[in-house]
């Protein structure tokens, strides 16, 4: 069974970089097809596809977030993290890191999610 753990700072104050990490348990973040995806649903509003990193430790970025965002990984943690720079209140939301299965085309696991407010 694959679990998914996100963990963060829970408050962050405006201006500074939000730093996010999914903990990964009982299956490899370099297993081939499998890529690690991070979204988050702000309050009232639909889920928002920020994006992933994959199994070779490629990279791939919503154009929504692509300006102040980045990813990266820890093989030996078997963890991947986000990285959001310049929040603001609106990125006040619940971040969500999953796995996304490339060969069947969906999320099959989800992490319980970590709520994240911006306010100073």
């Known amino acids: 069974q694959v679990q998914l753990q996100e963990s963060g700072p829970g408050l962050v104050k405006p201006s500074q970089t939000l730093s996010l990490t999914c903990t990964v348990s009982g299956g490899s973040i370099t297993s081939n097809y499998y890529f690690w995806d991070w979204i988050r649903q702000p309050p009232g509003k639909g889920l928002e596809w920020m994006g992933a990193i994959g199994y070779m430790g490629e990279t791939y970025y919503s154009p929504s977030f692509k300006s102040r965002t980045s990813f990266s990984r820890d093989t030996s943690k078997n963890q991947f993290n986000l990285h959001l720079n310049s929040v603001t209140p609106e990125d006040t939301a619940v971040y969500y890191c999953?796995?996304?299965?490339?060969?069947?085309?969906?999320?099959?696991?989800w992490g319980q999610g970590t709520q994240i407010s911006v306010a100073s």
């Open positions: 999953a796995r996304w299965y490339g060969s069947l085309n969906l999320y099959d696991y």
